[in-house]
């Protein structure tokens, strides 16, 4: 009688673990463009971006979710190019941002979803006169902005997820969008 209980036990166990967990962790690598708002109000194309973003959720119910996460990103080969055109060079970006999640189902395995939150971030660059021969100044600044995602995901049942996003991200004079391949686990 025991070992009947014991399996049974083991059994129920087993299925009560195999309900969806509420913690996710994820990241993803993106790529896109950035835009670059100097002080005197001149805005100009800053060239391409690569961006990485790791973070950690967790869903309050089966469609809204809290997530905090650190992003970077820096500058791509076409800003490695246009930067010995442009008084602004060496364009990167780090930082911690929070966001509330939210997700539609489209069937069972995915949906799409969004996030909005704000992200508080520094911003490294180096700016230079017209003249290639003008001294080259290091600006660092550090402050708070929107963070804003949208995308489309599939969860599969061993709790590995794929995802494709969009995200927009301004950093201060620097407005970044990317378009984001990313994986997660549910955990």
């Known amino acids: 009688m025991r070992s009947v ?3 049974a036990f083991c059994l129920m166990s087993s299925v009560a673990y195999a309900g969806e967990s ?21 805005e100009f194309s800053a060239g391409d971006s690569f961006s990485s973003d790791i973070y950690y959720r967790y869903m309050l119910n089966e469609h809204f979710g809290l997530e905090a996460g650190v992003m970077s ?3 791509g080969i076409v800003s490695a190019i246009s930067g010995v ?7 990167s970006y780090k930082g911690f941002r929070g966001a509330v999640y939210g ?4 069937s069972e395995s995915n949906h799409l979803y ?12 180096d700016f230079r006169g017209v003249f290639s021969s003008d001294e080259v100044k ?3 600044s550090s402050g708070s ?3 804003g995602a949208v995308g489309w995901e599939v969860r599969f049942q061993s709790g590995l997820g794929l995802n494709l996003e969009y995200q927009y991200v301004p950093v201060q004079e620097l407005q970044v969008d990317s378009f984001n391949f990313g994986m997660s686990y549910r955990f």
């Open 5 to 7: 209980l014991l399996v």
């Open 22 to 42: 509420d913690h996710i962790i994820g990241g993803s690598v993106g790529y896109g463009a950035q835009d670059f708002e100097s002080d005197d109000g001149k």
């Open 73 to 75: 990103g820096t500058g």
């Open 85 to 91: 055109f442009t008084s602004v060079d060496n364009i």
């Open 103 to 106: 997700q539609v189902p489209l």
């Open 114 to 125: 969004a996030k909005v939150g704000m992200s508080a971030n520094q911003l490294d660059y």
């Open 138 to 140: 290091s600006i660092e």
């Open 145 to 147: 902005d929107f963070y």
